[in-house]
T-cell receptor, first 111, second 115 residues
Framework: TQLLEQSPQFLSIQEGENLTVYCNSS?????LQWYRQEPGEGPVLLVT?????EVKKLKRLTFQFGDARKDSSLHITAAQTGDTGLYLC???????????FGAGTRLFVKA | DSGVTQTPKHLITATGQRVTLRCSPR?????VYWYQQSLDQGLQFLIQ???????AKGNILERFSAQQFPDLHSELNLSSLELGDSALYFC??????????????FGPGTRLLVL
């Protein structure tokens, strides 16, 4: 069974703090995505990474794809209350069409 | 607004019943995906269609079936419903023409409650 493990499951922080969430697998991804989901809505894509070691920045969000393409991290600098939501990583394994989602990290940023 | 529509938005039914969830993809998208999201299971991939044909299958129960029609809309049929089938069901679509992972555009979901 191909699994994507995300950690931590829950995170509650104060506005202005930094945080990092992780996505790990024992298998190699051909590509990986991060989505953000707000309550009552569907997930929305934040970023796609395809190259081992790749780093992408989206304003205060920094995404890193591991050199071996088995893991990824999302770092948020100076979190804001608007960052509150469920952060999901999704990966596609080499040779397949199936996209596997992790269980997500639920982030709550307090004012 | 993602451009993906799902109906109905809410559905309440009883155990043993059968329901049909409907999805219209974004204009031009050929691939449709179905997911189940419950509190303790996260987002579970059920099935993917591309231009009317099944492309990938996930953890879809035998009591569930889906299809994609020539106009590219899709339906997910859930039968012999059990309490544990209560969840949010999402449909997503993507162009389907790229060999690498594509952006999936998610609909607003159908919230199913089985009593």
């Amino acid at each position: 069974t191909q699994l994507l493990e995300q950690s931590p499951q829950f995170l509650s922080i104060q506005e202005g703090e930094n945080l990092t969430v992780y996505c790990n697998s024992s298998s190699v991804f051909s590509s990986l995505q991060w989505y953000r989901q707000e309550p009552g809505e569907g997930p929305v894509l934040l970023v796609t990474v395809v190259t081992g070691g790749e780093v992408k920045k989206l304003k205060r969000l920094t995404f890193q794809f591991g050199d071996a393409r088995k893991d990824s991290s999302l770092h948020i600098t100076a979190a804001q209350t608007g960052d509150t939501g469920l952060y999901l990583c999704a990966g596609r394994y080499t040779g397949g069409f199936k996209t596997i989602f992790g269980a997500g990290t639920r982030l709550f940023v307090k004012a | 607004d993602s451009g993906v529509t799902q109906t109905p938005k809410h559905l309440i039914t009883a155990t043993g019943q059968r329901v049909t969830l409907r999805c219209s993809p974004r204009s031009g998208d050929l691939s449709v995906y179905w997911y189940q999201q419950s509190l303790d299971q996260g987002l579970q991939f059920l099935i993917q269609y591309y231009n009317g044909e099944e492309r990938a299958k996930g953890n879809i129960l035998e009591r569930f079936s889906a299809q994609q029609f020539p106009d590219l809309h899709s339906e997910l049929n859930l039968s012999s419903l059990e309490l544990g089938d209560s969840a949010l069901y999402f449909c997503a679509s993507s162009p389907g023409t790229s060999g690498i992972i594509e952006t999936q555009y998610f609909g607003p979901g159908t919230r199913l409650l089985v009593l």
